[in-house]
């Protein structure tokens, strides 16, 4: 199946304001939140992490999340899915560790706000103007990828278990500046099956 299957949800067209809005709570207990400059999503404070959750419902259990890094490429990003208890200091669910500085990812387990990474390490280099996504379908953890107006290609996929109820969509970086566009994600369509009848005529 084709990433995404779902739309973008918020592409951050609107006049500057200090947090993304109601449809976005603080994840991971802060110290702070994403504000809106110049049409993106912005990181404000350096040093920090700063995280939103889309809190106005849950999707899944098989869901998806990506969004743009249109700068700050070299910090870490964290793209997060299944996520139970946000807004506090112990979520659960999964993300992807994105270390972009040493183009070395891992896929990672959230335990209580404790990471666990799954597996070996993922490399890739990534830039400013990619597109980076996280899919739970099942037990498969998948990592996915675009370079600028690329197409979607499936980095790693994990196998794992824990969490296999629907969750939040959240995300999270460090430092200063980084900016955001297209966040988009939820619950994955199922792909159209044609009746093998209506395939036989459409083939006639």
């Given at each position: 199946m084709a990433f995404p299957t779902t739309a973008v949800i918020d592409a951050f067209t609107r006049v500057d304001a200090a947090t993304l809005g109601a449809s976005y709570s603080m994840f991971y207990g802060g110290p702070d939140t994403h504000s809106i400059s110049s049409n993106r999503a912005l990181t404000p404070l350096s040093g920090t992490w700063t995280g939103d959750y889309?809190?106005?419902s849950t999707f899944g259990p098989a869901c998806e999340i990506y969004f743009k890094i249109v700068a700050g490429a070299a910090s870490p990003h964290y793209p997060c899915a299944r996520i139970v208890d946000p807004g506090t200091g112990t979520p659960d669910g999964y993300c992807v560790d994105i270390n972009s500085s040493a183009n070395t990812h891992y896929i990672q387990r959230i335990d209580n706000g404790v990471t666990t990474s799954l597996g070996a390490s993922i490399s890739q280099a990534?830039?400013?103007?990619?597109?980076v996504g996280l899919e739970c379908s099942g037990s498969s953890i998948s990592f996915y990828y675009k370079s600028g107006a690329g197409a979607w290609s499936n980095l790693a996929s994990r196998t794992d278990a824990t969490y296999a109820a629907a969750g939040y969509l959240a995300w999270c970086d460090l430092n200063q500046n980084?900016?955001?566009?297209d966040f988009g994600g939820g619950t994955i369509a199922a792909a159209t099956v044609i009746p093998v009848f209506m395939h036989h005529y459409m083939h006639n």
């Open positions: 889309y809190n106005v990534i830039a400013n103007g990619d597109s980084n900016t955001y566009d």
